[in-house]
């Protein structure tokens, strides 16, 4: 049967593939009762699927002895086999499923329940974040309980693979990377998650948001999404097929005539230069970056490197990563921003992880982060500084609200130079050092900012989420999630504008900068340099070609004046007449 479900549309384009469910064991296990006759034999089969993964794992068990497998492997099996054998898990389920009739799978996740709970308990750190290999080995348990150990990778001819899940955090979104996925679909989740963020930076088409497709949809069902208008088709007729086909090459056709904008110089029709600049998540994005020719890195989000790891990436390793983009981009500036971890970007490396779950997005993110724990940002700030004599690179500091938070962290940062001259390591002596205005106190406070900084970056996404007291990673209340609202765009004109009279160079790297809606809006504004996904420059570079600045100043200025959204969004719409 045919149906749709509409969601938030979070990354453009058009796919067509078949679903792929990803499990959340605890989200999504089904729970009944069994008749008595069945008790048995709901035993065999939990038995059977703890045999099938003993299997799994004596065959990775071989693959990691063999010369050349990482080293980390052994180790890793060697866990998750331990955990399986542990009676806490087979035993205990088993004696579940006899003692209250209840099937494989829940008696399963409730054990595991209690096993993460007790790990918990521990002190130590360590033992503590083994939870995540129970959840994991878990996972893989009840993959074969409901018959579909299938790898992700494997699909019949040029099908592409859809994910559907129930939500999908920044860390697993950033795996897609290296697998080839056609799109993703979850029924949690805002616009601009960093989710979100990255399904964008990874310019495939994806909906979140859509509160059912989880439980509707099923795998293997062929699947339409429409990324524009936030649609999820499921099971589409031949008709409609054939239509989003057609759709599907005219955008391939549309993307593949934009290239030719790659090397058109990006100014306004009365010559005014705007740089557009790109938003990376991790080195290997470069790629993407010079394809599109962009004026460099606006902002560098080093926080993924730290996700899907038990260890932190220490110094060297992180030295290398920044030095890495920045030798791809001989000449352009890189503008590489410190951690931001906290609120929805968690990493289990990072110790004390639990205390930022608390109340996430006004808790100890970012900089409130790195200031507590000056080891870390340490490394990091040395990291940055030895790749910075390696070509044009610049620090970026987020979440910055107080005057005296900018005085600590410019301390750390002389204490980190201090440390390299004494190790005579080279870095660039005059690296710029720039704030990010992502919290309304900065914005309305800037002088600060103004005086102690080199340079600031608007981040729009939290400007609108703190603004607005909206939680960027919550469907329920994503409609009034407004970057347009009056007192949003005072605040980012506000920058600007008080930025420009004090010579302090001022770019946007929130979402808002990568929309091509918004070009004619921020370039009115006083805007002059933008940073977003690679996939958006192109787009973006087409609409500043048509701009007049000095012409939209004058209609910005007055649209700045309304108070009610409708009538600005209707003057916004007028802006491209
Ligand atoms: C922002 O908040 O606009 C921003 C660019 O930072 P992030 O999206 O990583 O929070
Ligand atoms: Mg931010």
């Not at 048995?40 to 794992?57: H, I, M, S, Y």
Request: charged share 25%.
């Amino acid at each position: 049967m045919t149906f749709a479900l509409h969601g938030l549309a979070v990354s453009s384009g058009i796919a067509i593939g078949r679903a792929h469910l990803v499990s959340h064991a605890t989200l999504e296990v089904a729970q009944y009762v069994l008749r008595d006759r069945d008790v048995p034999g709901e035993v065999t089969r939990l038995k059977a699927a703890f045999d099938a993964v003993r299997k799994e794992f004596a065959t990775l068990r071989g693959e990691a002895g063999t010369p050349g497998a990482p080293s980390e492997l052994v180790a890793f099996v060697d866990i998750h086999a331990m955990i399986l054998a542990d009676p806490m898990l087979e035993e205990a389920a088993g004696a579940a499923i006899q003692e209250r009739r209840c099937n494989a799978e829940w008696a399963l996740a409730q054990q595991m329940d209690l096993l993460v709970a007790q790990f918990d308990e521990f002190e130590d750190v360590y033992l503590r974040e083994r939870k995540h290999d129970i959840v994991q080995v878990v996972e893989r348990v009840l993959k074969a309980l409901l018959g579909k150990p299938r790898k992700l990778s494997k699909r019949k001819g040029d099908e592409e693979l859809i994910i559907v899940a129930h939500d999908l955090s920044p860390a697993d979104t950033i795996q897609f990377k290296s697998l080839k996925i056609g799109g993703f679909v979850t029924d949690l989740g805002g616009a601009t998650s960093h989710t979100a963020i990255v399904a964008r930076s990874l310019a495939i088409p994806a909906v979140v948001g859509l509160h059912h497709a989880r439980p509707l949809v099923r795998d293997d069902d062929l699947l339409i999404i429409d990324g524009r208008r936030g649609v999820l088709i499921v099971n589409p007729d031949e008709r409609i097929l054939e239509e989003y086909r057609l759709r599907k090459s005219g955008q391939e056709l549309e993307r593949s005539k934009l290239k030719r904008l790659k090397t058109a110089r990006s100014a306004t029709l009365d010559d005014v230069e705007i740089q557009l600049m790109a938003n990376i998540e991790l080195p290997q994005d470069i790629e993407q970056v010079r394809e599109v020719d962009a004026g460099g890195v606006g902002l560098f989000r080093t926080e993924f490197l730290f996700m899907n790891r038990d260890e932190l990436p220490g110094e060297d390793e992180q030295f290398e990563a920044y030095r890495a983009v920045a030798k791809a981009l001989p000449g352009k500036p890189v503008t590489v921003r410190t951690l931001d971890v906290g609120a929805d970007k968690t990493a289990r490396a990072i110790r004390g992880a639990e205390r930022i779950e608390a109340n996430p997005a006004l808790g100890l993110r970012a900089i409130r982060y790195c200031l507590t724990e000056p080891q870390i940002f340490l490394a990091q700030l040395r990291a940055i500084l030895r790749a910075s004599h390696y070509g044009h690179i610049r620090m970026l500091i987020p979440m910055l609200a107080h005057a005296s938070e900018i005085d600590q962290t410019l301390t750390l940062i002389e204490q980190a130079k201090m440390q390299l001259r004494d190790d005579r390591l080279k870095f660039d002596e005059g690296i710029e050092i720039g704030g990010m205005i992502e919290i309304p106190a900065a914005a309305l406070a800037l002088g600060p900012f103004i005086k102690r900084l080199d340079f600031l970056s608007i981040g729009t996404n939290d400007l609108t989420q703190y603004t607005l007291a909206i939680d960027r990673t919550d469907e329920a209340v994503a409609h009034l999630y407004d970057p347009l609202h009056p007192a949003v765009l005072r605040l980012v004109h506000l920058t600007i504008q008080t930025s420009a009279k004090a010579g302090v160079p001022v770019a946007v790297c929130g979402e808002m900068a990568g929309d091509p809606d918004m070009t004619r809006l921020l370039i009115g504004m006083g805007l002059r340099e933008f940073s977003m996904h690679p996939s958006q420059i192109l787009t973006v570079k087409q609409q500043v070609l048509k701009c007049d600045a000095a012409e939209l100043n004058t209609r910005v200025g007055r649209l700045l004046r309304l108070d009610e959204p409708e009538r600005l969004r209707e003057h916004l719409a007028r802006l491209d007449d």
